[in-house]
């Protein structure tokens, strides 16, 4: 039996998950076009909206652990999707309208990052729960394949609705992905509940165990530096497509949709490649493979560049999660994958205004400074290579 046919809740949360990212894939290219074409986005501009999205990571990234203890997983779950249906969906409305402003689009992406988070850190959370610790890295790798995929084919969906429907219109998809993601996620038995730290400990708890380990604190440092650089380059990604190499909103798609395909390949072998390297160093030939990516991009071969993009997340995202959840007491994991996406989640909003500012001098230059910044990354992760 697969791993979903045996674990029952586990495939409750995978398929929940699974929706909503396809909804989200579609927003991922749906949005900066309705910034960029709709409402006639600068690079600060595109740089402010990123650093949005990003933001929640870095105000609430430590006390949402502490607050994703004192409630079941499960409820946290339900209500972030739902009101994420809400959110997202007022974009469409008012496009409809007539009504759509940049200001809303930033209001929108912040309270998003907002239901982001707490679901984030509470399914990251309750996946142990839902399977045995012998089995995580195959979940990790199931999640990590789910996401890739569905991002293909969200892109796909993506560019046909943006042709067929506009834009702002196509992110309905997203919001009516929510409502489904819900449904599913309610349907969990377990709660999520049993934490001993309840109400107990700090904000610092989770910072505290990460930092005073040998290996959760080079895989944190080096996931922060990869995730600066990254939304250095992920703030005028699309703006660099479309004004420097000339991308129709179709063509968009595919270029997002070939670094999809690329995440696909990648997390099907993840947990192949992690048995025969180890963790460690699978999670270093990621970073650098990710490091590559926005060097190449800047020279010229972009679909190479959208390849390497898209393969480095797949190895080492699925190790780097698959490190917190067997190497942390389940009584402490909350907090320490709420002080991660603090810290790496909240260096992003830094990293999307960074890009912003530099685009204003060339669109190159952010994909040249993400890519120094991710090999700094990936440097300071070498001594996992021992391991």
């Known amino acids: 039996m697969t791993l979903l046919a045996r674990h029952q809740d586990f495939r409750r949360l995978f398929v929940g998950n699974s929706v909503s990212l396809l909804g989200s894939s579609v927003t991922t290219v749906a949005l900066p076009l309705v910034a960029v074409v709709y409402l006639r986005a600068t690079p600060v501009d595109m740089g402010?909206?990123?650093?949005?999205?990003?933001?929640?990571?870095?105000?609430?990234?430590?006390?949402?652990?502490?607050?994703?203890?004192?409630?079941?997983?499960?409820?946290?779950?339900?209500?972030?999707?739902?009101?994420?249906?809400?959110?997202?969906?007022?974009?469409?409305?008012?496009?409809?309208?007539?009504?759509?402003?940049?200001?809303?689009?930033?209001?929108?992406?912040?309270?998003?990052?907002?239901?982001?988070?707490?679901?984030?850190?509470?399914?990251?959370?309750?996946?142990?729960?839902?399977?045995?610790?012998?089995?995580?890295?195959?979940?990790?790798?199931?999640?990590?394949l789910t996401t890739s995929t569905v991002g293909v084919t969200g892109s796909a969906i993506a560019s046909g609705l943006v042709a067929l429907l506009a834009a702002p219109l196509a992110m309905a998809v997203d919001a009516v992905s929510f409502l489904i993601a819900a449904l599913f996620k309610s349907r969990i038995t377990a709660a999520g509940v049993g934490n001993p730290l309840r109400g107990k400990g700090d904000l610092f708890d989770g910072l505290r165990e990460m930092f005073s380990h040998p290996v959760l604190r080079p895989v944190t440092i080096a996931a922060a530096l990869g995730a600066l650089g990254g939304q250095t380059q992920n703030a005028v990604l699309v703006l660099y497509l479309v004004r420097v190499l000339g991308f129709s909103p179709a063509f968009v798609g595919i270029a997002l949709t070939v670094a999809g395909i690329a995440g696909i390949l990648a997390a099907l072998i993840t947990p192949v490649v992690t048995r025969h390297l180890g963790p460690g160093r699978t999670f270093v030939f990621g970073m650098l493979l990710s490091s590559a990516a926005g060097l190449l991009l800047a020279t010229g071969p972009a679909v190479l560049s959208q390849l390497l993009r898209g393969a480095g997340p797949a190895l080492y995202g699925v190790n780097q999660q698959t490190f917190r959840q067997k190497l942390v007491q389940p009584a402490l994991l909350s907090r320490v994958n709420a002080a991660w996406r603090f810290l790496v989640y909240g260096t992003q909003p830094v990293g999307a205004v960074l890009?912003?500012?530099?685009?204003?001098?060339?669109?190159?230059?952010p994909l040249i400074v993400s890519g120094v910044l991710m090999l700094a990354g990936t440097a300071l992760a070498l001594p996992l290579t021992t391991r």
């Not at 990571?57 to 203890?69: F, I, S």
């Not at 496009?95 to 912040?110: C, I, K």
């Not at 998003?112 to 045995?132: E, H, M, W, Y």
């Not at 890009?355 to 230059?365: E, M, P, S």
Request: proline share 6%; hydrophobic share 55%; with cysteine.
């Open 48 to 144: 402010l909206l990123g650093a949005a999205a990003f933001l929640p990571h870095l105000v609430l990234g430590l006390p949402a652990g502490v607050w994703v203890d004192r409630l079941p997983y499960k409820r946290i779950l339900v209500i972030a999707d739902l009101c994420q249906l809400v959110l997202i969906g007022s974009v469409p409305i008012a496009a409809a309208l007539g009504l759509l402003t940049l200001e809303q689009l930033y209001a929108v992406v912040s309270l998003a990052g907002v239901c982001s988070l707490f679901d984030a850190i509470a399914a990251q959370s309750f996946t142990p729960q839902l399977v045995p610790r012998d089995q995580l890295l195959p979940a990790n790798s199931a999640l990590m």
């Open 355 to 365: 890009g912003g500012l530099l685009g204003t001098v060339d669109l190159r230059l």
